[in-house]
T-cell receptor, first 119, second 118 residues
Framework: AQTVTQSQPEMSVQEAETVTLSCTYDTSESDYYLFWYKQPPSRQMILVIRQEAYKQQNATENRFSVNFQKAAKSFSLKISDSQLGDAAMYFCAYRSALPVSGATNKLIFGTGTLLAVQP | DTEVTQTPKHLVMGMTNKKSLKCEQHMGHRAMYWYKQKAKKPPELMFVYSYEKLSINESVPSRFSPECPNSSLLNLHLHALQPEDSALYLC?????????????????FGPGTRLLVL
């Protein structure tokens, strides 16, 4: 079974600085998808960034980028120029790409990293 | 548009009440999900519907009863809940098995219903 580990329960960053959130996963599969979701306090969970395992190029979305190391099974999220609105719980998630007849694969979440942004 | 809506936003119910949570999406997604989330924890999958058929039930107690009336709607019927069922209930949707690439595998979440069972 696949597992996702986020070893940093809490992190803090100064406004305008850069912070990296770590995520490692364990799988025997070669094809899968990885996601980072952001959940601000009492607010909606939103997708930050996604990565297909077969793509070597790291995904980027504005100030958010990932460092995807397939061999090391590592998928860290870098937030540049941190803003107060980036304060949230960040979840790393894994999803198998294996086809499942008539169904869909589960999203496996890490335990989350609570990011505080200091003004 | 990647919007998933959920009603109500908040719900307080007694242990003998019957209530329902609603979820709606108009993105043409064919997979819909119910999650339960406790504070500062990741969401826990409860049910998955694929093409309006229940495809995954994560051994959820029968006091939770899902229903998918059509491809846009998902309900969660609640009956005789316990205080430990108090949580944030999240609905999500994705394109489903017919999609290709990570876009089809991406789940979009609603804002959730915060449930308190007294």
């Amino acid at each position: 079974a696949q597992t996702v580990t986020q070893s940093q329960p809490e992190m803090s960053v100064q406004e305008a600085e850069t912070v990296t959130l770590s995520c490692t996963y364990d799988t025997s599969e070669s094809d899968y998808y990885l996601f980072w979701y952001k959940q601000p306090p009492s607010r909606q969970m939103i997708l930050v960034i996604r990565q297909e395992a077969y793509k070597q190029q790291n995904a980027t979305e504005n100030r958010f980028s990932v460092n995807f190391q397939k061999a090391a099974k590592s998928f860290s999220l870098k937030i540049s120029d941190s803003q107060l609105g980036d304060a949230a719980m960040y979840f790393c998630a894994y999803r198998s790409a294996l086809p499942v007849s008539g169904a869909t694969n589960k999203l496996i979440f890490g335990t989350g990293t609570l990011l505080a942004v200091q003004p | 548009d990647t919007e998933v809506t959920q009603t109500p936003k908040h719900l307080v119910m007694g242990m003998t009440n019957k209530k329902s949570l609603k979820c709606e999406q108009h993105m043409g997604h064919r997979a819909m999900y119910w999650y339960k989330q406790k504070a500062k924890k990741p969401p826990e999958l409860m049910f998955v519907y694929s093409y309006e058929k229940l495809s995954i039930n994560e051994s959820v107690p029968s006091r939770f009863s899902p229903e998918c009336p059509n491809s846009s709607l998902l309900n969660l019927h609640l009956h005789a809940l316990q205080p430990e069922d108090s949580a944030l209930y999240l609905c999500a949707s994705s394109q489903g098995p017919s999609g290709t690439g990570s876009l089809s595998e991406t789940q979009y979440f609603g804002p959730g219903t915060r449930l308190l069972v007294l």
